[in-house]
């Protein structure tokens, strides 16, 4: 045989070795020093060439080494393609455990967590050590968090046993996060599952924490939970969230300042925020907690010290407020607050007691393009107001959007007061097919058929509008043939009260909002709604703040331990972030027949597997150039 002839059949069987290898792996005595391709490449080639005449673990250790290369180069699906030929069953077991763990991470790059889920429990893979067997729960769990699985991923971490106490403590605080991750018909079902005394014990105690809203009351029931499963994992070694719970210190306060706005431009938010706070304090004395004094403080005028200076004179315990942003920055600049104050606004400029329970956009953009992205859409239309605010919201998905692998391919800022009907064509190229259509028309001087169509290039609709105005936007983003894509939205739109007359036109839109809007059955909401006409409005929502304000209060401390421990709220789940501001987790719903419904867990589309045969390649379309209809984009 020729030399010409060996050296094809080298690259021919390499090529079937490694699908998708670029050409400078086909020679790999060839060393090619662009920065597209490192000699790093030519490296990982010779390898994988060495181990076509190699067997067992010889073969698979320099397999290893090579997919350790491409891996770092980011190169992930040679990498496990070049994995995927070892047979588990002819190698020892430590050079299977790497195989599998290295295969498995690189199927995890790739978004493939079927195929890294297979290999994993791959039959042929030998008994494994303690440390072994913990390295692979950890990567099934991360598979089953990719698959927003976490009920599966707590399962696979529950199984572990002889681990050390470092590794106990990690373990019991992913499981606890895991766990409080399952809706609660998902864990209902589980209870009655016999998954063993661990799981079972993680179970039941997610299932009695989580209708109690009041940290107290969850502080008994865990205490008696830990009496009752004293041989569990969690009651020796509690995960950090609920061992600040179990230990932690309740602070009480017998005097509150409400220190808000009551005269001027923000009168009318302040009297709301105002009442929220007169109300949970209510609601508190009536089971039987104790009522601290309230005393109030108008800000309007006034300035970051005399505040503080105020709080110490009237020997305040806490102080709520204040609400306008530039006070919250001067409190930021005052070095350590004197008393603990919960703000009504963002700051970047922290200080040690100043902590932020804010309404802000932001963690509502940033749930709704994780909802969106996690139901399979990256390529997105986006549509915000022409306005200053629009414009925020607008620069916050992009930021989002980049974090999570995502894009806005097309952008509207939208001016009600022009031609929206143009402007949404003009978004969806709606117009460019009309155009077009036309000048064929003219050309061939006679009809044809003619379909309007959107652009091809988006998969889903991001959109923040005020009421009046997506009442109008969805109805034309139909009328331009976008009826069928999904619509993520910001709570603007959603006017607080419901009226299927008025709202029917946003039917299909998917959007996060406080409890206090879409769950209104808490006792402070149904007293309140008697008394307030304004509660179910977007106003309404600052009852919401200033109710939650009190409620958080006595567990500030922790709140501050850990980030994973929450409290329930009227403006959603809240926990406390490094800075001092208090995330909150909204519930989604969508509009149906212009009635919000509550949804669950966000539709994860499955994950097609990728495929092995690197000649098998996507057939180009067969054009018919016989046909006499004419098809616009």
């Known amino acids: 045989m020729s030399n010409a002839l060996k050296l094809l059949g080298r690259s021919a069987i390499l090529a079937l070795l490694v699908a998708g290898c670029t050409p400078q792996l086909e020679k790999p005595t060839v060393v090619d020093k662009t920065p597209d391709s490192p000699k790093q490449a030519s490296t990982a080639a010779d390898i994988l060439l060495q181990a076509i005449n190699a067997r067992g673990d010889q073969a698979a ?39 599998v763990q290295l295969e498995a991470k690189a199927y995890l790059k790739l978004g493939d967590s079927g195929s890294a889920l297979n290999r994993l429990t791959d039959q042929n893979l030998p008994t494994l050590n303690s440390e072994q067997r913990v390295e692979i729960a950890l990567l099934k769990a991360d598979i089953f968090e990719q698959q927003n699985n976490p009920l599966s991923a707590v399962l696979s971490l529950s199984e572990l046993s002889e681990l050390s106490l470092d590794q106990k403590q990690s373990i019991n605080d992913q499981i606890w996060a895991l766990i409080n991750q399952v809706d609660n018909e998902t864990l209902v079902a589980a209870n009655f599952s016999n998954y063993g005394f661990v799981t079972q014990g993680w179970i039941e105690l997610a299932l009695q924490l989580a209708p109690i809203n009041d940290l107290t009351a969850q502080r008994e029931v865990a205490s008696q939970w830990r009496t009752l499963w004293d041989k569990h994992p969690a009651s020796n070694t509690p995960p950090a969230a609920l061992a600040s719970l179990l230990d932690g210190d309740v602070i009480s306060a017998k005097r509150i300042l409400v220190a808000l706005p009551f005269s001027g431009p923000l009168a009318e938010p302040a009297r709301i925020i105002s009442e929220g706070v007169i109300a949970a304090l209510k609601s508190r004395a009536q089971r039987g907690f104790e009522a601290p004094e309230l005393v109030s403080l108008d800000t309007e005028g006034a300035s970051a010290e005399s505040i503080v200076a105020y709080a110490v004179e009237q020997q305040a315990d806490l102080v709520i407020g204040p609400l306008r942003g530039k006070l919250i920055d001067e409190l930021g600049n005052n070095g350590k607050l004197p008393v603990p104050f919960i703000t009504f606004n963002r700051t970047d400029r922290l200080t040690e007691n100043l902590f932020q329970l804010d309404l802000g956009s932001d963690q509502e953009i940033k749930q709704v393009v994780t909802r969106a992205t996690l139901e399979g859409h990256k390529r997105f239309a986006l549509i915000t107001p022409a306005a200053a605010w629009g414009a925020r919201l607008a ?20 001016e009600l007061n022009g031609d929206l009907s143009s402007q949404v064509s003009q978004l969806l190229n ?13 050309l ?9 169509r959107p652009r091809r290039d988006i998969d889903a609709i991001l959109l923040a509008a005020q009421p009046q105005d997506a009442r109008q936007l969805t109805p034309m983003l139909a009328f331009h043939f976008a009826g069928d894509y999904p619509i993520y939205a910001t709570s603007h739109h959603f006017e607080g009260n419901f009226n299927e007359t008025r709202d029917v036109d946003l039917n299909r839109i998917q959007f996060p909002d406080q409890p206090w809007l879409l769950q209104p059955t808490t006792a402070l909401n149904l007293s309140l709604a008697l008394e307030r006409p304004d509660s179910a409005s977007r106003l309404g929502r600052l009852y919401a703040l200033g109710s939650d304000a009190v409620k958080v209060y006595p567990f500030l401390s922790q709140l501050k331990s850990s980030p994973e421990l929450t409290v329930q709220g009227e403006t959603g789940r809240l926990s406390l972030d490094p800075s001092g501001r208090f995330n909150r987790q909204l519930l989604w719903a969508q509009f149906d027949q212009g009635i919000p419904v509550l949804l669950g867990e966000p539709q994860i589309p499955e994950t097609k597997p990728l495929k092995s045969d690197p000649l098998e390649e996507p057939q180009p379309e067969t054009i018919n150039m016989q046909t006499q209809e004419v098809q616009l984009n």
């Not at 290893?64 to 496990?80: G, P, S, V």
């Open 395 to 414: 620069d916050d998905f992009r930021q989002n959007l980049e974090s999570r692998g995502a894009e806005a391919v097309a952008e509207l800022s939208y």
């Open 61 to 99: 250790v320099l397999r290893l080494k090579a997919a350790n290369l491409l891996f770092d180069q980011q190169r992930y699906k040679e990498a496990a393609n070049s994995l995927s030929v070892i047979n588990l069953a002819g190698i020892n077991s430590n050079n299977a455990f790497n195989v």
């Open 444 to 452: 061939l001087g006679e009809s044809l058929e003619f379909d309007e």
């Open 430 to 442: 709606t117009d460019q097919s009309t155009e077009r259509y036309n000048a064929i028309k003219k």
